[in-house]
């Protein structure tokens, strides 16, 4: 109780339990494995690249691109065929590496040359968008089957999507007890002290954006097998859901607090949300304005909340 | 020392062994660094022997920061020779500084708030197993030991911003001795720390150098000095202005004119004044956690220093009164009226100024010029504000710069290319547009040089006899001593302190300020 209570993720454990009894009273049959299986692979993307963004997040950075960055590997995955390149498996390969060098890019603009995260990726971002349509100007074409086989397989009957989100909280956990997780962290707590403490800061911020970006190919990955096919759009609504849901896991975005297990609420937070709002018949071009609302009021339920226990 | 037989055939031309009574650890030739258009260090010489501490003496701003830091590779010097055991020392980084041996315990901590102690003490320098996997069992018992060492029995699993400033310091120097240092540099390490704590802190500096551990340590308590250094260097204005062995005793007078320059300045008693009725009151002031209660009175054209440890709620508590912090609770009397201020505006009127703690960031606009900071308080207190009277600034502007004394090419110059004392002078003298009553100064000599540094009094003593009231918060004692008629001691944000005549010494204030208040009533 004590550990949730640092980590600051009680309030956002009770928006949880919320959007959930919401979500169960709306969908039916919500506790069928059919419902779970089916929210489970809608929720992985947005939890893969919710937690990407805590990981930058942590270590007192920000990724404005990773929306337009899932477009673009979606826009790939759709423009290149898997027989070009040996196969459905090595054109995911091929993905992942597209999103590590997009995540290059970002690291190197912002350590490197020591541009301002908030606008520099802002700006990488529109340049991913404009590529991803020059390569699918209208939505379309299609992506191999097999990717989508693979995502809504079953490994020891446990859902591939489930296993993926395991895998990347696993990969997390690994991390964080890892002298590079901590050393994240530190940078993120106060670089200052990280530099004077002989931490390479540069090279550490470096790592953070190309780990992030592994999970943000998995999750385009993931949202291209649901869709099958190519769209410079799909991917633009997970920039904010990103930063929302990190703040609402209780991650600071002054770096350096924050909890995987904060994000994974965050993430799962503003999943079911957007699950509720479809479920419940609202008119499809209302949808994102209700989004919006539900997201501020979240990040306003966050703050206040923070702000009374820090006085306490 | 015959033992070693190289010492024999050293060259000609290089420093002989044979001279030093024990072997140089570290030797530093004419170091020279500047910041902007500041001097910091202007050709220092320093040698350190192993086994030894040196104390390293010197004002505020007189270098000795800047100078620890190039030795510990955090600042890269412009010039100058750095020599470790015999090799040359040219590092750019922290790291290749700590792999010469060479750890620094700063000053002023800088620990990652969110981790906790014991990986604060480890930070960078992780005890792994093998494939970097943190082994917190082990750290978490090495930092228990090295803690315990220190004295402090402190729960290594909180978070290091929950501390206290005297534990973030015991974090710091258990940090540096977590690296097992071959040349340890101590930053006015008990600053924060009680005299028990500095006790411990002196058994552990003796256990390092009873290994050949060499030991730099700076402070400005003199007692300590003469307790724990071996040898004296004593730095003013970027040089070294005196160094010598103190075989057991220390010679304060010495020191005292070294740093200063001046021997009568220590000594030269502050002339009684006339003071005027009441001006400002304070009665059990609150405000929010810094300030907690604060009973104080000002009289026209009275000098009152406000002292203490780091972080007692000083700076606050001047800003509050300045109306850039909201009053919790109390009142505050200006002539016999209470006010309640809610924007800064609403006690500039009434003649109260604040010459912040920060002055590039909160004082001047640092991308402005001269002149124009010069101007902006009569502009902003103008009564028709639509009215930009161009010809009358440009004169105040001249004759501010002439009686202040400020050196600057003219008022078209930009204020950030300036000195950082005559930046200082520019703060105060946009407040010269208004008629000051009151003049709250935080920190007024921060970096600084000396010279400046007394031009500063220089100008608050004119101001002081012409009926404006001065309350001073700096961090140098010894600067309240030579220039206040009465000082003030914080601790825990309440006033704890009124010392004046010859109750006015830093004995009776340290222990005021340490909290200790049977020395502490009202003189």
Known sequence: MRALRHAGVIPSLLMLVVVLALNARLQHHFFSMLSFEDNVSTFTPTILICLAQAIIVLSRELDLSLGAGVSLINCFLATVPASAVGGPWALMGLALLLALALGAINGLIVTVFGLPSLIAT????AVWYGLALTMVPQPGGTIDETIGNVYSDTVFHIPVPLLIVLAAMLIWTVIGRHRLGRRIVAVGSNPVAAFQAGIPVAGVKFIAYL??????????????????SGDAGVGTAYTLTSVAAVVIGGISLAGGRGTPWGALVGALVLGIVANVIYFA????????FFKGLVIVAALGFMVIEQRRTAIA | MLSSPDALVTPAGEPSRLSSPA???????????RFGGVVALDGVDLTLARGRVLGLLGANGSGKSTLSRIIAGEVVPDGGTMEMAGAPLSHASPQAAARRGIIIAHQHPSLAPDMPVWENIFLGAEICAPGGFINRGEARRRATGILAELGSTMDIGQPAGVLTAAGQQLVEIARALARSPRLLI????TAALAGAEVAKLFAAIRRLTAKGIGVIFISHRLGEIGAICDDILVMRNGRTAGAWTTSGRLDEARILSLMTGDPDAVLRPMAARALGDTILKLQGLRAGSAVRGVDLELRRGEIVGLAGLQGQGQAELLEVIAGHRRIDGGTLWHRDRAVTPSLPRDMIRRGVCLVPDDRLRQGLFSGESVGENLGYVKIALAKRPWTLPLAELGQLAAATIRRLLIKTEGPEQLVSALSG??????????????????????????????????????????LAA?????LIFASEIQELLLHCDRILVMYEGRIVGNLSGAAMTEPRIMAAAFGRASEGADA
Do not use: C, M
């Open chain 1, 122 to 125: 802002f700006a990488t971002g």
């Open chain 2, 466 to 470: 012409a009926g404006t009231t001065a």
């Open chain 1, 211 to 228: 780990v992030g970006w592994l999970l943000v190919g998995l999750g385009a990955i993931a949202i291209s097998a649901q869709t099958l």
């Open chain 2, 421 to 462: 004392g005559n930046q200082q002078k520019v703060v105060i003298g946009k407040w010269l547009a208004t008629d000051i009553e009151v003049l709250l100064l935080s920190d007024p000599t921060k970096g600084v040089d000396i010279h400046a540094r007394s031009e500063i009094y220089a100008i608050i003593g004119e």
């Open chain 2, 186 to 189: 101590l930053d006015e390490p």
């Open chain 2, 23 to 33: 072997e140089t650890l570290l030797g530093v030739r004419g170091i020279t660094k």
């Open chain 1, 281 to 288: 018949g609202i008119p499809s071009i209302w949808q994102e």
